[in-house]
T-cell receptor, first 117, second 115 residues
Framework: KNQVEQSPQSLIILEGKNCTLQ??????????LRWYKQDTGRGPVSLTIMTFSENTKSNGRYTATLDADTKQSSLHITASQLSDSASYIC????????????????FGTGTRLTIIP | KAGVTQTPRYLIKTRGQQVTLSCSPISGHRSVSWYQQTPGQGLQFLFEYFSETQRNKGNFPGRFSGRQFSNSRSEMNVSTLELGDSALYLC??????????????FGPGTRLTVL
């Protein structure tokens, strides 16, 4: 069964500090992996997308890495800001997801990040 | 370009009632997918519509249904509500089926509380 596990479940850090969130998956064959940011009461917003051939993708202070061999991804946040407080969700797409295959997307349950001043 | 809009944003119902949620996708997007999000389960796929036809359905009971109109707007209906239906219901639209290269764009969700 395809699974995506994220760790930690929750994290509290001081404003200005860096942090790293983890995503381990068992989806195979693998096509791409996305990281989403979800503010409380809002819908998820895409941060990065990486295909199986990419190792690193950056979006401002957010840097995602991917190791397709170990099936692990991480999201590193640099110089955290109060606005980074949100849930971060990892979503994996299997290869062969061509038409009408959204049911095959596997979502992690997310990491709840809280930034304190 | 306006994002995905969902109405209503909050809803309180009692067990046994039915509810209809609405989603307006980004202009030009033809694919609309619905998800249920609960704290313990994360996002779970309900169904996907493309060109007014349901193309895909997740593992939910028949009480959950939906439809899509010619302007790509979509509605989701839940009949005979149960306490366990309390959740955030998210709608996501995309230009192509199943997101395509650009992926899906999510709406703010409708928070449904069943008492």
């Amino acid at each position: 069964k395809n699974q995506v596990e994220q760790s930690p479940q929750s994290l509290i850090i001081l404003e200005g500090k860096n942090c790293t969130l983890q995503c381990n998956y068992t989806v195979s064959p693998f096509s791409n992996l996305r990281w989403y940011k979800q503010d409380t009461g809002r819908g998820p917003v895409s941060l990065t997308i990486m295909t199986f051939s990419e190792n690193t993708k950056s979006n401002g202070r957010y840097t995602a890495t991917l190791d397709a061999d170990t099936k692990q991804s991480s999201l590193h946040i640099t110089a955290s800001q109060l606005s980074d407080s949100a849930s971060y969700i990892c979503v994996v797409s299997p290869r062969g997801l061509s038409n009408f295959g959204n049911e095959k997307l596997t979502f992690g349950t997310g990491t709840r990040l809280t930034i304190i001043p | 370009k306006a994002g995905v809009t969902q109405t209503p944003r909050y809803l309180i119902k009692t067990r046994g009632q039915q509810v209809t949620l609405s989603c307006s996708p980004i202009s030009g997007h033809r694919s609309v997918s619905w998800y249920q999000q609960t704290p313990g389960q994360g996002l779970q796929f309900l169904f996907e519509y493309f060109s007014e036809t349901q193309r895909n359905k997740g593992n939910f009971p028949g009480r959950f249904s939906g439809r899509q109109f010619s302007n790509s707007r979509s509605e989701m209906n839940v009949s005979t509500l149960e306490l366990g239906d309390s959740a955030l219901y998210l709608c996501a639209s995309s230009l192509r089926a199943s997101g395509g290269e650009q992926g899906q764009f999510f709406g703010p969700g409708t928070r449904l509380t069943v008492l």
